[in-house]
């Protein structure tokens, strides 16, 4: 006897990014897979984003359901380079898929992560006025 066909499996849903811009800061809000077939993108926009110099910069990732590694190293450049450019820069979302790679690797002493947007976005205000010494 021959075994039923399998279901169509869903394939999953596509990764896009969104920036949402006020005078306070700058949002790029991210959903779905962030696979390679974002990776490129999303490095390049942050790098535009980090340069224009916002008076702060959240990388939302709460709607993210599955996060490349190379998203966890687009991270770590964007917060480095957020530094050297003087933006207060930060990561909201407590997804697992974003997580987990950042904390095995020890990189939440790096990257700063905060379980929403508005949290990371009251910390990020916060942050000039621990560092105005």
């Known amino acids: 006897m021959v075994p039923p066909p399998r279901p169509p499996s869903v394939p999953p849903p596509p990764g896009s990014l969104e920036v949402l811009t006020t ?11 962030l696979d390679l077939a974002v990776t490129d993108d999303l490095a ?20 993210v359901t599955f996060c490349a590694a190379r998203v966890v ?22 997804s697992r898929s974003l997580l987990r790679p950042i904390a095995v ?3 939440d002493r790096v990257v700063p992560v905060h379980r ?5 976005l009251a910390w990020l205000a916060v942050v000039p006025l621990l560092t105005e010494r």
């Open 105 to 107: 690797l020890g990189l």
């Open 23 to 33: 005078a306070e800061a700058t949002v790029v809000v991210a959903a779905g897979d």
């Open 116 to 120: 929403d947007a508005a949290e990371a």
């Open 73 to 94: 190293t687009i991270l770590v450049d964007a917060t480095a380079d957020a530094v050297l450019n003087r933006v207060p820069f930060a990561v909201a979302g407590r």
């Open 44 to 63: 390049a926009l942050l790098d535009r984003l980090v340069r224009q110099r916002p008076a702060a910069l959240v990388f939302d990732a709460s709607a």
